[in-house]
């Protein structure tokens, strides 16, 4: 079932949205979601706000790996160790929602049909 763009909705999630970055993915993204078969669907735009809310979290994580770096130094009374930065493994996290989220909104085709364009053409079947 396909849908207009709620203006209302489309108004208060950039409101809430804090780099331009985030704000700009949310418009291309809403006019990639119109452009397909299908068009927009109702939920299409929440799910549209979380993909967008996740890349402003992601650019702070971001952010926080430019200034501590990768490896972060813990110190526990005398002992001072370094540990990697948990900032890597939520940013990574926050990459793989998108990449779902993405695939939700049939932005991205399923993993089969990308293998399947990959795969070589090979004779194997004729020898």
């Known amino acids: 079932m396909e849908c207009a763009v709620n203006a209302e909705l489309r ?4 409101a809430q949205l804090e780099t331009d970055a985030a704000k700009a993915l949310y418009d ?3 006019s990639q979601c119109q452009a397909r078969p299908g068009g927009l669907r109702p939920a299409d735009q929440d799910m549209i706000f979380d993909l967008c809310k996740a890349e402003d979290i992601k ?5 926080d790996l430019r200034e501590r770096g ?9 002992q001072v160790f370094k540990k990697e930065n948990p900032s890597v493994t939520r940013l990574r996290s926050f990459v793989e929602l998108q990449r779902k989220l ?3 909104l049939r932005l991205i085709p399923p993993k089969s ?5 990959e795969a070589p053409e090979d004779d194997f079947e004729s020898f």
């Open 113 to 117: 049909a990308q293998e399947e364009e």
């Open 11 to 14: 108004e208060n999630h950039l």
């Open 59 to 63: 650019s702070a994580l971001q952010q």
């Open 28 to 30: 291309r993204t809403l």
């Open 70 to 78: 990768v490896m972060v130094t813990v110190r526990n009374g005398r």
């Open 102 to 104: 993405r695939g939700d």
